[in-house]
């Protein structure tokens, strides 16, 4: 049903378990599709698979795209589709979405910002831009998170829609964080303290380490994107996706990628 990625072997118990989803392109529609494929049945059957295979995280992390439309209908299923998760939410927004939408939802779902987790930091950046595909952090996000950083003394992560390393696509590096190199030299003047940037946008897996930190992009929970593609693409082999990190305590973590073939099925269907 699913396959798996790891990286960084976990060696003991979490202090934290943070799942990673991104990309749901919710709809005002129930039954909205994105390239063909209803977004909202292929999330529940992520959400489901999750829930059944994973103990109860600490967190829920969403890296934007949340919902294609802008609609608040969207961002109110939102919620309720990752209610069984059984965790708080923390969202970031993506180039799909209106940004005065996604603190809206009811529920225990909150966007940016940043969370403390046991001796880890995560910080949650805004890099929408309206009107554009591609993102910028811009200076104020920038300097939320050097403040932020500069005030925690235990390891980091940082979540962003975009992702700001090329992942090898032509059209999708063309969209990608205009100011990453920004983030990635503040990242480095705070000497370690960040272990991994994760991020949505691309619609496929990806890892790459630079300067010592992860940077990670995840399957969405609906359509995936071809790798290594020159012009947009869909990759109809690659069923949807979550990630789990595990955060240790000594600073390390650990990362899995869970693909769920029951959701491709589902969506196919489109049905509940």
């Given amino acids: 049903m699913e396959d798996a990625h790891r990286t960084e072997g976990p060696g003991r118990a979490p202090a934290a378990r943070v799942l990673q989803l991104t990309d749901t392109h919710l709809f005002a529609d129930p039954a909205g599709a994105l390239k063909g494929v209803p977004t909202e049945p292929a999330l529940r059957a992520v959400v489901a698979e999750a829930a059944r295979r994973e103990p109860p995280p600490e967190l829920v992390a969403v890296t934007g795209d949340l919902v294609h439309d802008g609609s608040l209908e969207g961002y109110e299923r939102l919620a309720q589709a990752l209610a069984p998760l059984g965790a708080p939410v923390r969202v970031v927004p993506g180039n799909h979405d209106d940004p005065a939408r996604p603190c809206l939802a009811p529920g225990p779902v909150a966007c940016c910002g940043e969370v403390t987790l046991g001796p880890w930091l995560l910080v949650f950046l805004d890099s929408a831009v309206p009107g554009e595909d591609w993102g910028?952090?811009?200076?104020?996000?920038?300097?939320?998170?050097?403040?932020?950083?500069?005030?925690?003394?235990?390891?980091?992560?940082?979540?962003?829609?975009?992702?700001?390393?090329?992942?090898?696509?032509?059209?999708?590096?063309?969209?990608?964080?205009?100011?990453?190199?920004?983030?990635?030299?503040?990242?480095?003047?705070?000497?370690?303290?960040?272990?991994?940037?994760?991020?949505?946008?691309?619609?496929?897996?990806?890892?790459?380490?630079?300067?010592?930190?992860?940077?990670?992009?995840?399957?969405?929970?609906?359509?995936?994107?071809?790798?290594?593609?020159?012009?947009?693409?869909?990759?109809?082999?690659?069923?949807?996706?979550?990630?789990?990190?595990?955060?240790?305590?000594?600073?390390?973590?650990?990362?899995?990628?869970?693909?769920?073939?029951?959701?491709?099925?589902?969506?196919?269907?489109?049905?509940?």
Wanted: glycine share 12%; proline share 6%; net charge positive.
């Fill in 136 to 272: 910028r952090l811009g200076d104020a996000e920038l300097g939320r998170l050097d403040a932020a950083l500069a005030g925690h003394d235990g390891p980091a992560g940082v979540f962003v829609h975009h992702p700001p390393l090329p992942v090898g696509c032509a059209w999708l590096d063309a969209i990608g964080l205009r100011d990453g190199a920004a983030l990635l030299e503040l990242v480095a003047a705070h000497r370690g303290k960040v272990r991994f940037v994760a991020c949505g946008h691309v619609h496929q897996r990806s890892e790459r380490v630079h300067a010592g930190v992860a940077v990670l992009t995840t399957p969405a929970t609906c359509v995936q994107f071809r790798p290594h593609s020159e012009r947009f693409a869909l990759d109809a082999d690659a069923a949807p996706g979550y990630r789990r990190i595990e955060l240790l305590p000594d600073g390390r973590f650990a990362t899995e990628v869970v693909r769920v073939r029951a959701a491709a099925a589902r969506a196919a269907a489109g049905g509940g």
